[in-house]
């Protein structure tokens, strides 16, 4: 079974501290998304990291996709209480379906 | 661009009766979109595949008989509810991925709909 593997599962922090949240896999993915989703809504898409070793930054989101294309990290700096929501990494290992990680469920406390 | 919209946002029904769900795609041409149901707290759970002009593909535990996805065109796929129960009562969420796009494997997503059966 194919499966992305995301931690921590939940996360609360105060306003103001850095985060960083993993996404891990056996499998070698072409590429990788991270979504943000919020409570009543679709999730929305952040970034797609294609190249290993790809490091892209999103104002205060730094993503890098890891060498063997088998694991990425999303990092935010100093955190605010609009960063809060779940996070999901996805990723297509080759058979056109795409698999989503169980999710990281960020509170940031003002 | 990139976008995607669902229709309706909310949705109640008495059980029983059957419910339609719209997914579109405004600026870009979908051959594959998906449909999702999500629980609370959780992460999306994959129903099916819809690819257009064609029958849609069910995961594994999903009735098709019950969820009747229907892709038409490459902007609209349909999701219905058929003989909907309480238990059907969930977040349907759909997605699409851009057909030119460079990297295809990127999906969009859906606003979702909430879909209450009394």
């Known amino acids: 079974t194919q499966l992305l593997e995301q931690s921590p599962q939940f996360l609360s922090i105060q306003e103001g501290e850095n985060l960083t949240v993993y996404c891990n896999s056996s499998?070698?993915?072409?590429?990788l998304q991270w979504y943000r989703q919020e409570p009543g809504e679709g999730p929305v898409l952040l970034v797609t990291v294609v190249t290993g070793g790809e490091v892209k930054k999103l104002k205060r989101l730094t993503f890098q996709f890891g060498d063997a294309r088998k694991d990425s990290s999303l990092h935010i700096t100093a955190a605010q209480p609009g960063d809060t929501g779940l996070y999901l990494c996805a990723g297509d290992p080759g058979g056109f379906k795409t698999i989503f990680g169980a999710g990281t469920r960020l509170f940031v406390k003002a | 661009g990139a976008v995607v919209s669902q229709h309706p946002s909310r949705v109640i029904c008495k059980s029983g009766t059957s419910v339609k769900i719209e997914c579109r795609s405004l600026d870009f041409q979908a051959t594959t979109m998906f449909w999702y149901r999500q629980f609370p707290k959780q992460s999306l759970m994959l129903m099916a595949t819809?690819?257009?002009?064609?029958?849609?593909?069910?995961e594994q535990g999903v009735e098709k008989d019950k969820f009747l996805i229907n892709h038409a065109s490459l902007t609209l796929s349909t999701l219905t509810v058929t003989s909907a129960h309480p238990e059907d009562s969930s977040f349907y969420i759909c997605?699409?991925?851009?057909?030119?796009?460079?990297?295809?494997?990127?999906?969009?997503f859906g606003p979702g709909t909430r879909l209450l059966v009394l």
């Open positions: 819809s690819n257009e002009g064609s029958k849609a593909t069910y």
């Open positions: 499998s070698v993915f072409s590429s």
């Open positions: 997605s699409a991925r851009d057909s030119l796009r460079q990297i295809q494997e990127t999906q969009y």
